[in-house]
């Protein structure tokens, strides 16, 4: 059974490498595993396989396959199987690893997700947030950063302005207008678009005003 016959279907790995003598009873867990399993809601099927490995020891590789991964999980979490683990443990002197198997926990967190925006549509939402930071920090940064070398005045300027806008400008622009972005509908594609352009020339309107740029050219460090 693999991750690749069905979106829904979630796999686990179970890896384990056990010494030759406790080989028979490593298989022998096994079997009481997958008999437990049978009885949870959403298993579909264990498939074990062995490799012996060059230090003695065998790998062992375990499969489970599961409906979704909250069967999976419920599964994985459950009291008869930590018990039957716990006994293993305690008998192989052996923590056994698990990991996701992640070509199917891609294909379900995919499932899960919205479909990603437009890039057009970031693209808008970084433009608006871009903007006014940029502008600002260079009106009220003139007798700072503006006496640096230019390089280094640019280098300055835009770690600031990418902090800003990364994580915290974007993220608040992309929660406002987090329905925007998902929505196939053209009369809303426009209406948001025209609400960022707006915004836009707004702040335009602002920064280009005397008065707002003596404002904070008085006001800068």
């Known amino acids: 059974m693999g ?11 179970i890896q384990a490498q056990v010494r030759q003598p406790d080989l028979a009873e490593y298989k022998k867990l096994q079997q009481f595993l997958r008999q437990a399993a049978l009885q949870s809601e959403g298993f579909i099927e ?36 930590r018990r039957l683990l ?6 192989f002197k052996h923590q056994f690893q698990s990991e996701i198997h992640k070509p199917s926990f891609d294909l379900w ?20 947030a871009l903007y006014p930071s940029v502008m600002l920090l260079s009106l ?9 070398p230019l390089a280094l005045n ?41 609400s960022i352009l707006a915004l836009l020339m707004v702040c335009y309107a602002v920064f280009s005003a005397p008065n707002v740029v003596i404002l904070l050219h008085r006001s800068a460090p």
């Open 109 to 128: 967190l995919r499932s899960q997700l919205p479909d990603q925006p437009p890039i057009w549509k970031m693209n808008l939402l970084i433009w608006l």
């Open 46 to 81: 264990q498939e074990n396989s062995y490799q012996q490995l060059e230090n003695g020891l065998i790998e062992c590789n375990v499969r489970l396959c599961f409906s979704n991964v909250q069967a999976c999980l419920a599964w994985i979490d459950s009291p008869i199987r």
């Open 86 to 91: 716990n006994q293993a443990e305690a008998n």
């Open 154 to 194: 640019m280098l300055i300027s835009n770690a600031i302005t990418v902090a800003v806008t990364g994580w915290l400008l974007v993220p608040l622009l992309a929660k406002a207008y987090g329905g925007w972005l998902q929505t196939q509908s053209h009369r809303w594609n426009l209406a948001g678009s025209g």
């Open 140 to 148: 009220i940064s003139v007798h700072s950063l503006g006496e640096l």
């Open 3 to 13: 991750g690749s016959d069905s979106a829904e279907q979630f796999d686990y790995l």
